[in-house]
């Protein structure tokens, strides 16, 4: 499913899970002994299909548990402190196009995508545990778990 059709459901999803109050972080909790970025784990948490792979519905699922984790004033928007240690300052600029203070949900899930494909090397739209081990699976996972 294309970006232009996945993109007004994916941002409807963040903002009634983030808005609603619910405790979304709770889902974030690795499984007991899993470690942080171990990403068998993650994919067990989030893989739907049962394939151990991971594809864009189940990235940007967890990237809205991590949105309405780290939004913790359920705003709608994440500013450069609230995403200290995720971000560097550039790359928080490069996920701000507008130049305001803030990442909103849609720049929240821009920034998701372009660190997906970049974790997707063969394009074949999932990610497997071993892409998930290169730097820039890591860096997804960073970001979202």
């Known amino acids: ?14 903002l009634t899970a983030v808005l609603s109050g619910t405790p979304a972080g709770a889902q974030t909790t690795p ?10 784990a993650f994919i067990q948490r989030f893989d739907r299909s ?9 990235v940007l699922n967890a990237a809205i548990v991590k949105f309405g984790t780290l939004d ?12 200290a240690g995720l971000l560097t300052p550039e790359e928080f600029k490069t996920a701000n196009p507008d130049g305001d203070t803030t ?15 970049a974790a997707n090397p063969d394009n074949d739209g999932s990610l497997s545990i071993d892409e998930l081990k290169t730097p820039a699976g890591q860096a997804l996972l960073k970001l979202i778990q």
Do not use: H, N
């Open 1 to 14: 499913m294309s970006y232009e059709k996945t993109r007004p459901l994916v941002v409807a999803c963040l």
């Open 50 to 58: 049962g394939k151990g792979l991971l594809d864009m519905k189940a």
């Open 31 to 40: 499984a007991p002994g899993a470690a942080a970025s171990d990403p068998a």
């Open 103 to 117: 990442i909103g949900a849609e720049e929240w899930f821009d920034l998701v995508r372009r660190y997906f494909y």
């Open 72 to 83: 913790t004033e359920k705003r709608g928007r994440m500013t450069a402190q609230q995403l």
